[in-house]
């Protein structure tokens, strides 16, 4: 199974590169973007007997490695095909 | 008074640490390898200072999972002294051992410069040989040396007493002109609630003979070795 995974800082844990890029947006014309945030995306195939097996996995590898839960969230998608 | 300095593939700082210890503090210092187990008898192990793994995913995630980090961990929960040095306290606080997380500094530079540090809290073994409120003067250099925690971690570290050094002026005032990374409240070094385990950003190794600009940083470890042996005297 291919699972998407999206890590992104907590609300509150200040985004100095989020910060970065929003000014440099508004500098080059627009100014309605707000509250810029950058994280990071991963991919990976995973092989497991069930969704909700793969869910349970997938998970654990996010809450030991893929992310740090005092400073970051994540969330993830899981499709069938490779 | 016996140290070990692991290596990590990636660690940069190791040889520095090792020479500080050896020839400016006289102590005896062994390598430990990340991948080996962690045996024999150690009163200190130093996770030292420099990239990790290439700082990939995040600095000191994936350090944490050498196998030696579990000899650490259980050395570090058995009462042993443990002492983390810019990547070292990333890895620190990665492997829980301190509470937190250090990430990408405000103004996202890599900063490398001196920096004054007010020494907090002298009641640890790392701090001890250091009176309340001295500064010491030792060189920051990293690009992720932030320190974030949540208000109710922040909460505790102020009621057990556990931020040990923050940024400072010259004159000891913690401005934020002072703090070269945007640390929450200027914080630059920490220690666990048994205050065995201690983190900090600058780098004392560097700053152990007059040559380097600074013997600040010997104060760090002769606080140390002060403490070990007195352990060693009352325990006959």
Redesign the interface.
């Known amino acids: 199974m291919r699972v998407k995974i999206f890590v992104l800082?907590k609300n509150?844990?200040?985004d100095?590169?989020g910060n970065?890029i929003e000014r440099s947006l508004h500098s080059i014309g627009y100014e309605e973007v707000h509250d810029v945030r950058v994280g990071?995306y991963l991919e990976l195939d995973v092989d497991a007997p069930s969704r909700a097996a793969a869910e349970l996995r997938v998970r654990e590898m996010c809450d030991k490695?893929?992310a740090?839960t005092?400073?970051e969230d994540y969330r993830f998608e899981i499709s069938p095909e490779s | 008074m016996r140290w070990g300095v692991i290596i990590f593939p990636g660690s940069c700082d190791d040889q520095d640490v090792f020479d500080s210890l050896k020839i400016d503090l006289r102590q005896k210092v062994k390598f430990l390898w990340h991948k080996d187990e962690l045996a024999g008898n150690y009163d200190c192990i130093v996770l030292p200072g420099g990239f990790s793994y290439g700082d990939y995913l995040r600095c000191g995630a994936m350090a944490r999972f050498s196998p030696i980090m579990q000899g650490v961990v259980k050395f570090a929960r058995s009462g042993g002294l443990v002492l983390g040095i810019c990547n070292g306290f990333q890895i620190l606080c990665e492997s829980g051992l301190l509470p937190g997380a250090l990430v990408r500094n405000t103004g996202l530079q890599f900063v490398c410069q001196q920096v004054h540090l007010r020494v907090e809290e002298t009641d640890t073994p790392f701090t001890g040989a250091v009176k309340k409120g001295q500064l010491l003067k030792m060189p920051v250099k990293h690009g992720d040396g932030c320190y974030y925690a949540d208000p109710q971690t922040l909460e505790r570290l102020h009621r057990n007493r556990q931020i040990l050094l923050r940024y400072v002026d010259p004159k000891g005032r913690a401005t934020t002109a002072a703090n070269p990374n945007g640390s929450l409240e200027n914080i630059a070094g920490l220690c666990n609630e048994k205050r065995n385990v201690f983190g900090l950003m600058p780098h004392p190794e560097v700053a152990c003979s007059r040559l380097l600009g600074s013997e600040d940083g010997a104060k760090i470890f002769s606080s140390i070795a002060a403490a070990r042996t007195d352990r060693a005297k009352s325990h006959g």
């Open positions: 800082l509150g844990v200040l100095p590169q970065a990071k490695l893929l740090n005092v400073i």
